[in-house]
């Protein structure tokens, strides 16, 4: 099917066509801008051997088992707080249950107590009275 321009599209008409990138013909009259690519230069980068990143101690989270929270409740904040999977979150909710408390992860302390704050933001939202506590590793 001929283009509005003339042609067949991918055709030149008389060496005069030119194309656009996107394969369609321009008018004679076009203005095509010029593109300059010019070098990319990269900062230099020091790298010294002494430096060494210092990790951060690692804690444990401990789930206390109460009387008022609901299991469906404790699994659902160790499937979405914790990220565990749903059939370890029910194992640590049921040894919890029938201990008084379980360990849940260990992490690095910043990482443990924002979880430990979000479940506990959670729990009271609900009015429960689930606990989380850490203990260094």
């Given amino acids: 099917m001929p283009s509005r321009f003339g042609g067949f599209p991918g055709t030149a008409r008389q060496g005069r066509c030119v194309f656009s990138p996107c394969g369609w013909p321009l008018p004679e009259n076009a203005i095509i801008p010029r593109v ?5 230069t990269t900062p230099d980068i020091e790298i010294t051997p002494d ?4 990790l951060e101690p690692l ?6 088992n109460d009387d008022v929270t ?6 659902h904040i160790l499937v979405t707080i914790f990220f565990l999977g749903y059939p370890e979150a029910v194992e640590i909710m049921l040894d919890a249950h029938r201990n008084g408390m379980s360990v849940v992860q260990i992490l690095p302390k910043t990482e443990a ?3 430990i704050n979000k479940a ?5 939202l609900e009015g429960y009275p689930l606990h989380f506590s850490m203990e260094p590793e």
Avoid at 36 to 40: E, F, I, R
Avoid at 51 to 54: A, D, L, Y
Avoid at 70 to 75: I, K, Q, R
Avoid at 120 to 124: E, I, L, M, N, R
């Fill in 70 to 75: 609901p299991m469906d409740f404790v699994t």
């Fill in 59 to 64: 804690y444990r989270v401990l789930i206390h």
């Fill in 113 to 115: 107590e924002k979880r």
């Fill in 36 to 40: 300059t690519v010019h070098a990319q």
């Fill in 120 to 124: 506990h933001f959670a729990a009271g």
């Fill in 51 to 54: 430096q060494q990143t210092k």
